[in-house]
């Protein structure tokens, strides 16, 4: 099978041999053929590949964009049309992604056909599709161009070709046309002309295509928007401003960004002051030896994302004097304020030309984060940055290409083993849709309230949008306004059912209320971790999925999605910070049931309070003292005397005696905080998540000395990325190997669905307890070291009992043990690790006692690597049939396609919404 890369998907193109379930008439009688394709198939030059496919096998027809793909005819003698159609498979261009696609036979036109063959104009009828490519990266040819100083196109920042280039970010409508683009208004010169009408050429109908003569040029501005420089003299000074210390505001791709010397402690420390960003990490911008010199790359694969057409962020680990050679021949060191107690670098590639110009002239590591104040969306607009940035920004590097809409940068992680997870979906993936099951009306998810993302659910397609981010300021909120308009707009269609989250305060519950009522459509309002849950259920029986899994099924036995053989109930194991639950607390710490048709919350952590409500979310030491309290065991107080002082003790526990202002929560991320605090890893904090953070840092150096074969680049791979990488490379992720709901439901019995859970006399699965066959010799040894370390800190596991018809995980055991261990002058970094070992243990002890086929992960806990690691390795020790989020993050910017995909399926009458939804009427 050929295997392509996609902007970051894993593709498996299918073979000219029709497989199972392809749809193709046999056309073997005919002379002329008809092919339609849906997918990402325009603005990535796959007219003209078919119209040189045509040409070299001497054949008449046409090919034209319609408004959902691009359908073309083709005539000839039937042996070459069967050679054209081995070869069209075997040179498909890179970035092309089917969705669907139809092969038959039509009557032959003979002398009717106008000799050769055409590219005839585009469709702009029928339904449209989300079938527009993201922004891809910079392709090498035009990079050789930009570096020819013979080239007319020599140092132009906005060179660009059919393989490269904005798409997404200017495009107005569809078909992909250059009138339909925010590229309209640049006219064309004869060169470029003659380029983009030639079918032989690279920039036939590359819709961006400009040159120094006819497109857009650069201005160098000063923090009153006065004109410094122009053009290439621009960047130069731009780049001379970075060097000296100056923090530069550069229109790139998508939006803003900020940018200085990651070099300067000095300059990061005032970017820091001055975007209100005191901790959270700034990603770096990086050439490939600087990656080489500065990060641990473990696998072939990192490689492979970090020069795909995608070119995203992605973290991985830094490398310090004790783990490099390189590190005394390093001509410079990246500031520590960079990433302050961070292990991992957030690193990208330069992806445009202009990176790549900028790179060039400073040569070492810049910062180069979203042009924001914190939590605020990037600008995109030039007066707009000058107006939000001039407080930030030095100068401002600008141009006169307008920005459609915002398109942040993508955020993937990778584990030890090299496997790689979204984290953040934005550019070189969005607006990338995955498939639904069966044919659904339009339907509209406004997603969460953190990391928003808006979704859109047309046919069997769901199209998501990029990342917005935190619906917490006003700018914020009408970002997220503006990406619902904008999809309702671009696809011009009117949902006939809205949903959201069921949260009645969240501002996406709000913007849903709004548009059900002036539609008047129904409403559906899901629990946010069922809808956690729910988006790996969509992304497991998407094409992605499907199709990585039938390669997988060439070479061996397989659990896959949709097999016959898969059996339910599914676990879903959804482990977050807050989301609102059905009961009114605070949920977070979730275990749901599904059997194919309704889902039910069969676990969950024991609760407890949080003193000051929302305010624990930056003040662990606060989910700290709600632990000490719920334990009921005073003498853990004094563990408290340096996070508060006497008088903030005494309010906030008389608070909780009073029950005020102290909901209560199941969450899994407040009791990450309160052990982080407990260990000394965060009592204050900037932003979300970084308790955890520093406590899953502190459990794998823990791991690490824990396992000292470990080496820097721990699993063996390359890391050196081979000879002359390219970035538009083909490569493969791992495989998913879930078990889709099984059309037929449980067997009904006596009891509610948890008792019939429990109580079933089914055994367990049949390798449970016994290591597969097939563990990595590593991993097994890392495995084996995490639990050998948990038990020499005598640290007890959580105990499960059950609490009012649900089980319940007591976290008091572990959390006292914790305590005495500290007490005995114990690792913190060995507690660390403790407590994530002690929570897989967990999971796989609900995971036996309710007798389940197969186990979901997701929510925001699960972007914690070693976590994911972890229970990977279980899952395959006691072969767990298990699915981790990949294409999608698990955190909150996957709730809008588990929305969809909910919603969907409630209209199809195939889930039963239950009592985790709330249905409004119009």
């Avoid at 339909?180 to 030639?198: G, H, I, Q, V």
């Avoid at 605020?376 to 001039?390: C, K, T, W």
């Amino acid at each position: 099978m050929k295997k392509r890369s996609e902007n970051g998907y894993n593709k498996t193109f299918l073979p000219p041999k029709a497989p199972p379930g392809e749809n193709i008439e046999d056309p073997s009688d005919g002379q002329r053929w008809r092919i339609t394709v849906s997918g990402v198939v325009q603005g990535i030059g796959f007219r003209p590949f078919v119209y040189r496919m045509a040409h070299k096998w001497g054949l008449q027809g046409w090919v034209k964009n319609t408004a959902d793909g691009v359908i073309l005819e083709v005539e000839g003698q039937p042996d070459v049309l069967q050679a054209f159609w081995e070869d069209f498979w075997k040179s498909l261009p890179a970035g092309a992604a089917f969705d669907n696609y139809h092969r038959s036979s039509v009557p032959a036109l003979g002398q009717a056909e106008p000799a050769g063959f055409r590219i005839v104009s585009s469709d702009d009828g029928g339904e449209r599709r989300p079938n527009i490519p993201p922004d891809l990266a910079v392709c090498r040819e035009c990079l050789a161009e930009l570096a020819n100083p013979t080239d007319r196109r020599y140092r132009y920042p906005f060179i660009n070709c059919t393989h490269c280039g904005p798409r997404w970010s200017i495009v107005e409508g569809v078909p992909y046309d250059r009138p339909l683009t925010s590229m309209k208004d640049f006219r064309l010169c004869p060169d470029c002309e003659r380029e983009y009408r030639d079918p032989l050429d690279r920039r036939f109908h590359a819709q961006p295509i400009a040159c120094p003569q006819c497109g857009p040029h650069l201005e160098l501005w000063d923090r009153n928007g006065q004109v410094v420089a122009e053009k290439d003299e621009a960047l130069r000074q731009a780049a001379l401003a970075v060097l000296a210390g100056k923090i530069l505001a550069l229109k790139g791709l998508g939006g803003f960004q900020l940018i200085c010397d990651a070099t300067s402690g000095e300059a990061v420390r005032q970017l820091r002051i001055r975007k209100r960003r005191p901790d959270k990490p700034f990603a770096l911008m990086m050439t490939e030896e600087m990656i080489r010199l500065s990060c641990v790359v473990p696998s072939q694969t990192v490689w492979d994302r970090l020069r795909s057409p995608a070119s995203p962020i992605i973290l991985l680990p830094r490398k310090d004097a004790e783990n490099t050679q390189d590190h005394e021949s390093c001509p410079w060191a990246i500031s520590e304020s960079v990433a302050p107690g961070n292990p991992y670098w957030g690193v990208m590639l330069p992806y445009t030309p202009l990176h790549h110009l900028l790179m060039e002239t400073v040569n070492r590591p810049i910062v180069c984060t979203s042009g924001n104040i914190s939590e605020e969306p990037m600008a995109i607009d030039n007066a707009e940055a000058l107006h939000r940035l001039q407080g930030i920004a030095d100068v401002f590097l600008v141009h006169n290409r307008p920005i459609v809409r915002p398109v942040d940068d993508s955020v993937l992680a990778t584990d030890r083993s090299g496997n790689v997870f979204m984290v953040r979906r934005a550019r070189g993936f969005a607006p990338r849709s995955l498939a639904l099951a069966g044919h659904q009306v339009p339907i509209l998810a406004t997603g969460g309230h953190l990391k928003n993302v808006v979704g859109l659910a047309i046919g069997n397609q769901a199209i998501l949008s990029a990342h917005i981010g935190d619906l917490d300021n006003p700018l914020a909120f009408e970002a997220h306004r503006r990406a619902i308009e904008d999809l309702l707009r671009f696809f011009r269609t009117t949902p006939e059912a809205i949903t959201c989250d069921l949260h009645p305060d969240y501002g996406s519950t709000r913007s849903a209320e709004d548009l059900a009522r002036r539609l008047k459509t129904p409403e559906f309002r899901w629990q946010h971790h069922v809808a956690h849950f729910a988006a790996c259920l969509a992304e497991a029986e998407s094409d992605e999925a499907r199709r990585a899994v039938n390669e997988l099924a060439l070479s061996q036995e397989t659990t896959t999605p949709g097999h016959p053989s898969g059996e339910l109930p599914i676990l879903g194991v959804i482990w977050d910070g807050t989301g609102y639950g059905t009961d009114g607390t605070s949920w977070g710490g979730e275990f749901f049931l599904f059997d194919g048709t309704s889902f039910c919350r069969v676990a969950r952590l024991r609760t407890f309070p949080l003193p000051g409500g929302d305010i624990v979310v930056r003040q662990p030491r606060r989910s700290l003292l709600g632990l000490i309290y719920e334990t009921g065991d005073r003498s853990l107080e004094q563990t408290l005397e340096k996070f508060f002082t006497p008088q903030e003790l005494k309010v906030l526990l008389r608070a909780m005696e009073r029950n005020v202002q102290s909901p209560r929560t199941s969450s899994m991320g407040r009791l990450f905080d309160g052990i982080a605090a407990l260990l000394g890893f965060g009592g204050h904090t900037s932003f979300e998540g970084q308790a955890a953070m520093a406590l899953q840092y502190a459990a794998e150096r823990g791991l690490l000395r824990a396992y000292p074969i470990i080496s820097p680049r721990p699993f063996g791979g390359r890391g050196d990325g081979g000879e002359g990488g390219s970035n538009r490379c083909e490569f493969s992720q791992s495989i998913p190997t879930f078990l889709c709901p099984h059309p037929n439901p449980l067997p009904e019995g006596e009891g509610d669905f948890l008792r019939q859970a429990l109580n079933s006399r089914r055994p367990p699965p049949k390798t449970a307890g016994k290591p597969s066959e097939c563990d990595p010799e590593k991993q097994a040894d890392v495995l084996a070291t995490a639990h050998e370390a948990t038990d020499s800190t005598a640290v007890e596991p959580l105990l499960v009992h059950e609490v009012n018809g649900l089980l319940e995980l007591n976290w008091q055991p572990l959390f006292q043990s914790v305590v005495t261990a500290m007490s005995r002058g114990m690792s913190r970094k060995q507690l660390a690790l403790a407590f994530h070992v002690r929570l897989v243990d967990s999971v796989f002890q609900l995971y036996q006692m309710l007798r389940c086929r197969s186990l979901v992960i997701s929510g925001g806990c699960f972007q914690n690597q070693l976590l994911r690691e972890l229970i990977g390795a279980e899952a395959k020790r006691f072969g767990v049939p298990l699915y981790q989020p990949q294409l999608i993050p698990a955190g909150d910017g996957g709730i809008a396609l588990g929305q969809l995909w909910l919603t969907a399926r409630t209209l199809q009458g195939l889930v039963r919404a239950d009592s985790l939804c709330e249905y409004i009427r119009p």
